[in-house]
């Protein structure tokens, strides 16, 4: 099959023939592929009424699409319904009970991400934090608090307030040299460029669908390395955890020898649809030229919008940022208005305007949005005022 060129990408997207598309980091739009999938399971459950052995296979077929997209195995993806249920899963399977407790997490997380591990302080867990200086996020700020107590350090790629980019080899290098695992949070950046996981070296991840994956809400992905998959068993568990969930068995807890042990219930079918015409949209552009269309638009918004004298949250090296730029506003929520009514969509976390993008945008959605701030400067906050 050709590839498709980043407009003919864009075509596919009813959404450009209304309005300006920059919210990708909330939420991918929809494409004509992903919205014929969705009739695609529509239509299975006309035609087949309980067609569950066509069901479990797309799931299957999504799990290693997937797998394909990150350079990971299939054996080494648990397929969930949200990115919680997969931390939630490996931190139910850690122990906290001996000297190896701690969790050291940086202030970029994602509230799930913190939260989840907070939760376990119950179990033991010792949380201690990376500070932040600002918008920055240095693998210097995890030195001082990753030592050989430290059980696992959670880790955003891209952080979701301020699109900081965490440079997540360096940080693995430092865990592993102290023995600590790295749970990577891919979700602010998968689908927006290449990954390999395993040169990456985390060993674990999670990510979802719904933003750069382009499909819905209600399927997430959990990546295990190959060798901690069967030392791990998940105390938040369910039928599809086990071997053969269709064996009914109520007297016996066997653990799958693949990250499947990590699910649960009943696999969110109606999502795979959705996620696998995503996927294989992203595969007919190619994870390499979406990354790098994605860094010619973010340099050039991130870049205009710092020379028309805003503040500009994002970091300027091109190693420190993914799809995501934030530009401090003095009324986020009001700026958000005032592009919606110029048929603009982007999004806000406090006084933060985020614009995302895609391989669908283009030059003129950068300069239209940049001519919006231009016209709303009232709203946003000026490089000068922060100066002095
Ligand atoms: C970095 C990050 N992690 C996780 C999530 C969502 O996690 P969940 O699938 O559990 O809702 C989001 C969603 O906005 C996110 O931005």
């Not at 693949?258 to 294989?280: H, I, M, Q």
Request: one cysteine or more; charged letters at 20%; glycine letters at 8%.
């Amino acid at each position: 099959m050709s590839r498709l060129s980043p407009d003919q990408f864009r075509s596919r997207f009813p959404i450009f023939r209304r309005r300006i598309y920059v919210n990708s980091c909330s939420q991918g739009a929809l494409s004509t592929d992903v919205e014929a999938a969705i009739h695609e399971y529509v239509e299975s459950w006309h035609d087949g009424g309980s067609p569950w052995e066509l069901w479990v296979q797309k799931v299957e077929e999504l799990r290693t699409a997937f797998a394909a997209s990150v350079g990971a195995h299939r054996d080494e993806i648990a397929v969930m319904p949200s990115a919680s249920g997969g931390i939630n899963a490996v931190a139910s399977a850690l122990d906290f009970s001996g000297a190896r407790s701690g969790v050291a997490m940086g202030e970029f997380e994602f509230p799930t991400m913190a939260q989840v591990w907070l939760a376990q302080q119950r179990r033991g867990a010792v949380v201690r934090w990376a500070r932040a200086e600002g918008d920055r996020l240095d693998v210097d700020a995890y030195a001082a608090v990753v030592d050989e107590r430290t059980l696992v350090v959670p880790a955003t790629h891209v952080c979701f307030r301020n699109g900081h980019k965490t440079d997540i080899a360096a940080l693995t290098k430092l865990c592993h040299a102290c023995g600590a695992y790295v749970f990577l949070d891919d979700y602010q950046r998968t689908g927006s460029g290449p990954i390999d996981v395993h040169a990456l070296g985390v060993d674990f991840m999670v990510t979802g669908c719904l933003k750069y994956l382009l499909a819905e809400a209600g399927v997430a992905f959990l990546y295990v390395r190959r060798d901690l998959i069967e030392r791990l068993e998940p105390t938040i568990t369910g039928w599809f955890g086990r071997i053969n969930p269709f064996a009914f068995r109520i007297d016996e807890l066997d653990w799958s020898s693949s990250a499947s042990r990590f699910e649960s219930g009943t696999p969110p079918v109606p999502n795979a649809y959705a996620a696998l015409g995503g996927l294989s949209l992203l595969e007919r552009i190619g994870y390499d030229v979406v990354g790098q269309h994605v860094e010619r638009l973010v340099e050039r918004y991130r870049s205009a919008a710092e020379a028309s004298g805003f503040v500009v949250r994002t970091p300027a090296e091109t190693a420190r940022r993914g799809p995501l730029v934030v530009v401090q506003s003095v009324d986020a929520p009001a700026m958000v208005s005032r592009l919606a009514a110029r048929g603009i969509i982007a999004s806000c976390r406090g006084n933060g305007l985020r614009v995302s993008f895609h391989a669908y945008n283009n030059e003129s959605d950068v300069d239209t949005v940049v001519s919006a701030l231009v016209a709303e400067s009232a709203l946003l906050e000026r490089a000068s005022v922060t100066r002095s």
